[in-house]
């Protein structure tokens, strides 16, 4: 009991949790994402009237337009609504916009359907008129093809290798593996063909000799120079001149002072209020004969254009000219693959003494490696290099005691020269 004799209940914990805590939730979810999917992507047919999707098929499409026969009831003139419904009943932007999304096809798609339909082209493969039916095949067999594991054709690769075959066999397909050579090059050669021969490896060289003499030519590391010999002159020493001799030569011109000219006048300050006004009038002069020559240029205009296209014109021919006379140069050469250019073999042919008209009596050479590795450079698989020889320092000897004998025997000579001069004098 309570202080003034009432009864007070007392609260008692509830036991348990609340039931609706425990309810699965699970199929309300799912069911709402599924109802909001299918808004989203327009398959929600509940709200769809039934003239939107039922339609009367009258046959043949040219009888008449096909979705234009709609079973339902003539409706009724629509009232006139007021702006504030006219823009509720307006869709907005971003349902336009999620219903184009929706019903547009995917790129990807678009892009096998063209490429198939390009390819199997003659085979009966034909293209559905409707959204995503995909492509109907018509006759298996057709479509059923063979895949040729040995084929090297173009259609055997990739885009990527057969662009790279193509660049790998641009200077390839000029230059064969085994080079045959000339007819007068044989161990039996025809007189003509032989000549023939000869005038081209005669050429050849020639054409090097020429190339040489036009190379610039370094200067000499060593220069001839004639010693000159009289020992008085090497002892003879210019005196260097004084200042004196200088002030008594101007003593005795007294003209000399008088060429140099007058003394100038110090300027004033309306002499160099003058010039700077001259300076200003030359400057505003300047600028005139620039305005004015700017406005003629601009009246010039379509003149100026002209000469402007003429000159671009041919700039573009000495590009194009250039260009073809390089790929003209370089259509029988070998690939530049470094900085050094490719130097075939001479030409090996016998001269007229050497041929004897019998391969036993032919002498052997050993240049069968040699030519294949040249082959090898000329088709571009190995880079051309010059061989680099092996440098040998200078050897310097050094002698105990030479150099100050050597400076002894001048000293010497230079002493009994002095006293020869003087026992003349």
Request: hydrophobic share 35%; charged share 35%.
């Amino acid at each position: 009991m309570g202080a003034k004799g009432k009864t007070v209940k007392r609260r008692t914990p509830k036991r348990g949790k609340k039931a609706w805590r425990s309810i699965d939730t699970d199929d309300v979810t799912a069911a709402a994402a599924e109802k909001s999917r299918q808004e989203r992507q327009g398959l929600d047919f509940d709200r769809v009237p039934d003239a939107d999707l039922f339609f009367v098929d009258k046959g043949d499409a040219s009888a008449g337009p096909s979705t234009s026969d709609v079973e339902a009831p003539a409706a009724e003139a629509p009232a006139k609504l007021s702006k504030k419904e006219a823009a509720r009943a307006r869709p907005l932007r971003s349902q336009a916009i999620l219903a184009a999304a929706h019903t547009a096809t995917p790129v990807h798609q678009i892009r096998g359907g063209v490429k198939k339909a390009q390819k199997n082209g003659n085979s009966g493969v034909v293209a559905a008129s409707g959204g995503n039916t995909g492509l109907a095949r018509q006759g298996k067999n057709d479509a059923t093809r063979l895949y040729d594991l040995w084929d090297d054709g173009p259609s055997a690769l990739s885009r990527a290798a057969r662009k790279k075959a193509a660049t790998r066999s641009l200077h390839r397909d000029a230059v064969r593996a085994v080079e045959v050579d000339a007819p007068g090059c044989s161990f039996n050669p025809d007189p003509e063909e032989q000549q023939e021969a000869i005038a081209v490896a005669v050429a050849a060289e020639m054409k090097k000799i020429h190339q040489q003499d036009a190379m610039p030519t370094a200067p000499p590391k060593k220069v001839d120079y004639d010693v000159e010999e009289d020992e008085l002159a090497l002892l003879q020493v210019d005196e260097p001149e004084s200042e004196e001799e200088d002030v008594i030569e101007g003593a005795r011109d007294p003209g000399a002072a008088s060429k140099t000219g007058p003394m100038k006048r110090k300027k004033t300050k309306v002499d160099r209020n003058r010039a700077a006004r001259r300076k200003a009038a030359e400057v505003a002069q300047a600028a005139a004969r620039a305005a004015k020559a700017k406005r003629a240029a601009l009246a010039n205009l379509p003149t100026l254009l002209k000469e402007i296209d003429a000159e671009q014109e041919e700039l573009a021919s000495r590009r194009l000219r250039r260009k073809l006379d390089k790929a003209e140069t370089t259509a029988g050469l070998p690939p530049r693959l470094g900085k050094t250019k490719f130097e075939g073999m001479p030409l090996q042919l016998l001269t007229t003494d050497e041929v004897n008209g019998s391969l036993r009596k032919l002498k052997p050479t050993a240049s069968l490696a040699k030519d294949r590795f040249k082959s090898l450079q000329q088709r571009g698989i190995i880079e051309p290099r010059k061989q680099i020889n092996k440098k040998t320092p200078k050897r310097v000897a050094f002698i105990r005691g030479e150099k100050g004998e050597t400076e002894r025997e001048g000293h010497a000579a230079i002493l009994a020269a002095r006293q020869r001069a003087k026992g003349r004098a």
